[in-house]
């Protein structure tokens, strides 16, 4: 598996004021868009996921978007540092544009980026760790961005995480990508994985793919004759 320079990014906001949420939200994008205060790098046209909460509600939702602008650390206008999210076309994203709209109550008033001070009392905001994000996006059905931050991961670790290993194992079998399935369940094999796992996650695989050559392969090597039959 090829490594990967930087895995997705899930940043969670927190919203506590109706005024700021006025301000953050970008209403003349054309799926809308937020504000989100940051110090991470970014380019534009990145890819970022965020998971908001909006007003102190327990609800959160996950809305996918990309950078459209990026306002710089020390900017000469006195903005704060952070990055401009356009929302995609997804359900996720519209469902949060209509909540947005409904707290603002038709009001589109917009500051291009916030006071420090003003800001740091009612946003919060952090970057999710990697693996964090896996479950968030497995929650949410992206089952591609959760296996590719967990193919940056496992890379990181030189393979050795087997509990990473497991879930990209369950993640490829999710998207029937068997060719990948069968090279992880080599790679937990090779990892010191218990014996007994291998064996169920290849009938789990047989079971979805009888005749797969590397998966046959493999299971002369690691099941008794005839268990196939």
């Not at 799926?31 to 534009?44: D, K, Q, R, S, Y």
């Not at 809305?63 to 999210?85: N, Y």
């Amino acid at each position: 598996m090829k490594a990967i320079d930087n895995p997705n990014r899930i940043l969670a906001l927190s919203v506590k004021d109706k005024l700021v949420l006025g301000a953050a939200y970008l209403p003349f994008l054309k799926n809308g868009g937020i504000f989100v205060p940051t110090e991470h790098a970014f380019e534009l046209e990145d890819e970022v996921f965020i998971l908001l909460s909006l007003l102190n509600a327990p609800e959160k939702i996950l809305a996918r978007g990309e950078v459209s602008w990026i306002i710089p650390r020390d900017c000469q206008e006195g903005r704060l540092q952070g990055i401009g999210v356009h929302f995609d076309e997804s359900e996720n994203s519209k469902m949060l544009r209509k909540k947005i709209e409904a707290h603002l109550g038709g009001n589109d008033t917009y500051a291009p980026g916030l006071n420090e001070g003003t800001a740091s009392r009612v946003m919060e905001v952090s970057e999710i760790d990697p693996l964090d994000g896996v479950a968030i996006y497995i929650e949410y059905g992206h089952y591609e961005h959760a296996a590719q931050t967990l193919r940056w991961h496992v890379e990181r670790m030189a393979g050795r995480d087997l509990n990473a290993l497991r879930k990209l194992l369950e993640v490829y079998f999710r998207l029937g990508q068997i060719d990948d399935y069968a090279k992880v369940i080599e790679r937990l094999h090779l990892a010191g994985e218990h014996p007994d796992f291998v064996k169920l996650a290849l009938f789990t695989g047989l079971r979805q793919a009888h005749d797969h050559a590397q998966l046959r392969v493999l299971a002369k090597s690691h099941l008794a004759p005839g268990s196939l039959e």
